[in-house]
């Protein structure tokens, strides 16, 4: 057990919907990192908040939003779905914010399915 | 753009059955290259990190290697509960702080 809670572990739902993903961190961890899982892309990171701020940003598309709440909790809003949007979605959080030692905690992902 | 590569893309030994699996890489000023494990179902969990060429970390069965290019993880006298994706990623000093992950290596140790 990595210590990160990811919910829901499983959402189905009809493309044009709006979604959101919730992640709780490791206790004590300031970085929350999201990232996305597909067959064909490997894992891709989406975004990155350190104690509430966003910090840094990768393959995110504008349909998709995040951000960290004072108790560190995260949530990653996924809207305007789309069939390709299927995918396993981790959120992994890690102690410091540059990420250099590399240590990320993942959780066991949500995975959505777009019908 | 940063990439990572690794190869073979799956991997099926026989118990006790040593080898390698590589993990090429090209990013802008490496700061890091990362080994992860990751189980059917589960998240990765972290393996090793390395900073520079040269660079070895051992734990069980498994060593990590680093050289200006690539990465090697042996795999050494595998068992069955070794069976599992082997992710490489790399930390850019180009910006982002998001690892750049590989595809994975599929290992698979029959018995």
């Known amino acids: 057990d990595s210590g990160v809670t990811q919910t829901p572990k499983h959402l189905i739902t009809a493309t044009g919907q709006r979604v959101t993903l919730r992640c709780s961190p490791r206790s004590g961890d300031l970085s929350v990192y999201w990232y996305q899982q597909s067959l064909d892309q490997g894992l891709q990171f989406l975004i990155q908040?350190?104690?509430?701020?966003?910090?840094a940003k990768g393959n995110i598309l504008e349909r998709f939003s995040a951000q960290q709440f004072p108790d560190l909790h995260s949530e990653l809003n996924l809207s305007s779905l789309e069939l390709g949007d299927s995918a396993l979605y981790f959120c992994a959080s890690s102690v410091e914010a540059s990420g250099r030692t590399g240590e990320l905690f993942f959780g066991e992902g949500s995975r959505l399915t777009v019908l | 753009e940063d990439q990572v590569t690794q190869s073979p893309e799956a991997l099926r030994l026989q118990e006790g059955e040593s080898s390698s699996l590589n993990c090429s890489y090209t990013?802008?000023?490496?700061?890091?290259l990362f080994w992860y494990r990751q189980d059917p179902g589960k998240g990765p969990e972290f393996l090793f990190t390395l900073y520079s060429a040269g660079e070895e970390k051992e734990k069980e069965r498994l060593k990590a290697t680093l050289t200006k290019k690539e990465s090697f993880l042996h795999i050494t006298a595998p068992k069955p509960e070794d069976s599992a994706t082997y992710l490489c990623?790399?930390?850019?000093?180009?910006?982002?702080?998001?690892?750049?992950f590989g595809k994975g290596t599929h290992l698979i140790i029959q018995p």
């Open positions: 990623a790399a930390l850019s000093g180009g910006g982002a702080d998001g690892l750049t």
């Open positions: 908040y350190y104690n509430g701020e966003e910090r």
């Open positions: 990013v802008s000023g490496l700061r890091g």
